[in-house]
């Protein structure tokens, strides 16, 4: 399995990431349980979009050092790309959250708390999925044509799908959640359960919880095929996966109360997919070179965004 990783460049990824989750850890708790403003959302996102790309500045510069200028470039370059299809695919999680919140009804000082644990929960599950999707890769080339079909495939059900929200009361996720645990109907603050042993009851927040991170995983099927289309190799795929969740939570509270404008994004996201898909499906015969894969995710998002905005949603009928 061909890498420019190697131990230094884990080490230094593994304490960039170690030490932002503990500043964001660590400032959360200084804060306390809140609902988080809008511009607070915004300083936050921006703050880990500028980790990221000071990462890949770093990593660009390392690789002219030690490997030449054309590598740093490429390399540089494959890791903006597949940063910003997670980061782009990562929106579609967002409204699922904001659905999930809604349903359930979580108190805006608790939804915080939920999504902290939500990405630490995404981080731990996408390693996994990468390196076995990575192994896959080495093992079997023609597993790229199963993720370049899967995508086509998700692309073209997102597309017909847009707009509408799913049934969660027939969801069997938390169909079988309800039916197997012990629950209590109130918000106990920010506690998960009460009681100990046998006598432990589940609170409406920890089934929040469990509901995040099976979407997550859900999303994760979708998303980390896609990055394989710009690179296989697993350095790049789980560092950029990991930044671009790294702001999740933050990205969440920035754009949650903006996601009625942007009610085409979803189709966007769909084009997006069937794009990556069909590079990887005719990667045999001809290779998109990467920046013009970047340059048509940013115009795809650009033009569903501006869109958005220009043509007002449907109205819904009673």
Do not use: C
Not at 207 to 229: E, G, K, Y
Not at 297 to 317: D, Q
Request: hydrophobic share 60%; proline share 4%.
């Amino acid at each position: 399995m061909e890498s420019i990783g190697n131990v230094w460049l884990w080490a230094s990824f593994a304490i960039v990431v170690v030490l932002a989750l503990l500043a964001d850890l660590a400032l959360m708790r200084h804060g306390g349980p809140h609902r988080v403003g809008f511009r607070e959302a915004l300083y936050w996102s921006a703050g880990w979009v500028a980790l990221a790309l000071i990462f890949n500045a770093g990593l660009w510069w390392y690789l002219v050092e030690t490997a030449g200028e054309a590598v740093g470039n490429q390399i540089a370059l494959e890791f903006l790309t597949g940063y910003l299809v997670e980061k782009s695919l990562a929106v579609d999680n967002i409204f699922v959250f904001l659905m999930l919140f809604t349903y359930f009804g979580v108190p805006a000082q608790s939804q915080q708390r939920v999504l902290v644990f939500g990405v630490l929960g995404a981080i731990f599950l996408r390693a996994i999925m990468i390196f076995i999707g990575a192994a896959l890769v080495a093992q079997f080339s023609w597993v790229l044509y199963l993720f370049g079909a899967f995508l086509l495939l998700t692309g073209i059900k997102m597309w017909r799908t847009a707009g509408q929200e799913p049934d969660m009361d027939r969801n069997p996720v938390l169909r079988w959640v309800t039916g197997h645990l012990p629950l209590i109907r109130r918000y106990q603050g920010e506690a998960l359960w009460i009681g100990q042993g046998s006598r432990r009851k589940y609170t409406p927040l920890f089934v929040v919880l469990v509901m995040i991170a099976v979407t997550d995983v859900i999303f994760a099927v979708d998303s980390i095929p896609a990055i394989f289309a710009i690179t296989t190799d697993p350095f790049i795929v789980l560092t950029s996966n990991v930044f671009a969740v790294l702001g999740l939570r933050a990205m969440f509270f920035m754009l949650a109360g903006l996601a009625d404008r942007f009610h085409l994004l979803p189709y966007g996201l769909a084009v997006v997919l069937v794009f990556v898909g069909a590079k990887m499906l005719i990667a045999g015969f001809y290779h998109i070179p990467v920046l013009v894969s970047l340059a048509v995710v940013v115009t795809v998002l650009a033009l569903t965004m501006v869109l958005s905005l220009k043509l007002p949603p449907p109205a819904e009928h009673p």
